[in-house]
């Protein structure tokens, strides 16, 4: 099995979208399960070239079934691919994801989806401290070239008990620490698809072990864990 995005899943999945509804899927179920194994395969050889950097103790490719009960879209399947990359917990914390999805929306993911409310603090204290070496890692020519700036959920103001003129505003008032780089269609099913995301993933190392040592330690700098 070839370590490529196969070009069928992006094609299949343009289907899907036309089709979206038991009848058709069933029908053509056996060519899905083909595509999945082939794009499990890839998963799995990227999470074994993450280990080479980072310790990476589970890869999950989730289901293409939706959970309809309290969404007003009832189609029943997603129309992409979408996995996650687990590093060692309790002391290696952040995550990656991978989400593959035609018409140009494939893209990964790094950071901080939904912090526990207790490290959501804990990240919004040691900017209120210090946010020179978060800002000089973010800003760093390698990491920016890769990853941009800092995306997700923000509140419109600082949180309770932050001061709202505080120069570190910007960070401390994000409810999640999210990096995103997009890829074309061509990218995907490139041969040096997977060779990429390692390397982009690689890159971001920096940041999670920055982030890693204050979600373990308190404000002393005295490990938790």
Do not use: C
Request: hydrophobic share 35%.
């Amino acid at each position: 099995m070839s370590n490529t995005i196969p070009k069928t899943a992006l094609s299949f999945f343009k289907k899907l979208q036309k089709n979206n509804n038991r009848d058709w899927f069933n029908e053509h179920k056996p060519e899905f399960k083909k595509i999945e194994a082939h794009v499990k395969f890839v998963y799995n050889s990227i999470g074994e070239l993450m280990n080479s950097h980072d310790n990476i103790d589970k890869v999950k490719l989730f289901r293409i079934y939706r959970d309809v009960r309290f969404s007003k879209n009832k189609l029943p399947y997603k129309t992409h691919f979408g996995g996650s990359f687990h590093r060692k917990k309790p002391e290696l914390r952040g995550g990656y994801y991978l989400h593959i999805q035609p018409n140009n929306e494939s893209f990964i993911a790094i950071g901080f989806w939904e912090p526990h409310k207790d490290d959501l603090m804990r990240i919004r204290k040691e900017f209120e401290m210090d946010d020179q070496e978060i800002r000089e890692i973010l800003n760093h020519k390698a990491f920016k070239s890769t990853w941009g700036d800092l995306v997700g959920d923000e509140l419109k103001t600082a949180p309770r008990g932050f001061d709202k003129e505080h120069p570190a505003v910007d960070l401390i008032r994000k409810k999640q620490y999210i990096f995103i780089k997009k890829y074309s269609d061509e990218e995907v099913t490139s041969d040096k698809f997977i060779e990429n995301v390692n390397n982009a993933f690689k890159s971001a190392r920096p940041y999670f072990d920055y982030m890693s040592d204050v979600l373990t330690t308190n404000l002393n700098g005295e490990s938790i864990i």
